[in-house]
């Protein structure tokens, strides 16, 4: 679309022109952050009234700055310079409020200068705003053939809230807590029992864990302390309780993950199944409208292609227990056609045939597929690439533990994702949060356990290597 602007001889007095906008939360955080007015009542993630049902206000500035938006690009158009503005405000707007903001020409002063009528209202016809402005014809005639601004990406993790919520009405989760030795793991949990995520067990030297509560200004009196004087001793405990149902998941502190795991998936210990352990990063993205998950990227380090299907099932599982009906799956590549000499690209098109034939359950399954047209529907339509899954993927099924490990932390480093995660296939989830995680990541992956025990407890927990259907 051709945009020109128009110049002071080419106006006359009782021309208009009008756009409409609806204020959304993206609105008031980018306003939030280029004018540094970071009121409460004006921003979505705040409680400004102390009434959680009222929604928040838009600062009466950003109402206003929509004038410029028919002044700059509509009547003069680009080039017009503002001289005055002034306002007068009516009633408030909230997100969802749909505004039509118009100018019109009341006067003409030689040599450039117009004096326009700038009125804001609600498409409901209720007015918000009034006032003058005094602008600046352009000197001269600017034609483009499209305007338009860099794209902003919002460092919001809005999936972690939704994730959280859902777990506010369930009861609290039975959890052993292995030695909890430094303040991470310990404030993490305690943390989450403080929301209401988990019933912590807290597993180690007794006398060492009440010191670094006090330590760390964390009551724990009513909390159960059971001592143990090893990791793997704690790591035996917490998997004993597990396995005679004292507790329904397990939550790693400060030890290493393999002395953990290797009672998780000891033949003694009563955790193991016929699924293969594997574990499922969560990653909630700016920019991407649900919770990528990603597996494996932490315990499989070159799985087969029967691991593979293993690893599939558990990530599609997690998933159908966050809310996703019918998960889709993306299995990666280096490239999005079967080549031989790519043994990733074999394995992805058996998994997706596997899915095909009900060996993989729950979710639609397809591959291979290279990143962009994993994730990004314009790059699978260049591509030609038609499925239900190209695009759109829910699930990334990596090729092996480095390049999912590696996929993880450039989502988390560069594009400034939250994750959090789970070890799915024993009898009990199973939180391997990392010694670098922080205390709301460890929140989060108990939110993660407390979902997938409710989505067990529902009867849709899956056996062997077939998930349940939702």
Known sequence: MTISNRLFDEIDVGDSAETRRVCTDNDLFVFAHASGNLNPLNLPDRDGDGDPSTPPLAPSMWVGALVSNVIGNLLPGPGALYRAQSFTFHHRVVVGDELVVSVRVVEKRAPRLLVMDTRITKSTG??????????FTPER???FESLSSPPVTLHRHVQFEKLLAACRPL????????????RPSLEGALQADAEGLIVPILIGPAARIAELARDIGRPIAGITLLDADTPAHAAAQAVAMAAEGRVRAIMKGSLHSDVLLEHVVGRAGGLRTDRRISHVFVMDTPGIDHPLFITDAAINIAPDLNAKRDITQNAIDLARACGIGRPRVGVLSAVETVT?????????????????RGQIEGGDVDGPLAMDNAIDVEAARTKGITSLVAGRADILVVPNLEAGNMLAKELTFIAH??????????????MLTSRADSARARMVSCALAVLHDRWRGLGRASGGHSGGHA
Do not use: Q
Not at 126 to 135: K, L, M, R, S, W
Not at 417 to 429: N, Q, S
């Open 126 to 135: 209720e007015p918000v705003a009034d006032g003058i402005a005094e602008v």
């Open 141 to 143: 005639k600017l034609v």
């Open 171 to 182: 009861d609290a989760l039975p959890t052993a807590v292995v030695w909890p030795m430094d």
């Open 340 to 356: 031989p000499n790519i043994p990733s690209t074999l394995d992805a098109a058996a998994l997706s045939k596997m899915a095909d």
């Open 417 to 430: 994702a939250d994750a959090a995660g789970l070890v799915m296939g024993a009898r009990v989830p199973v």
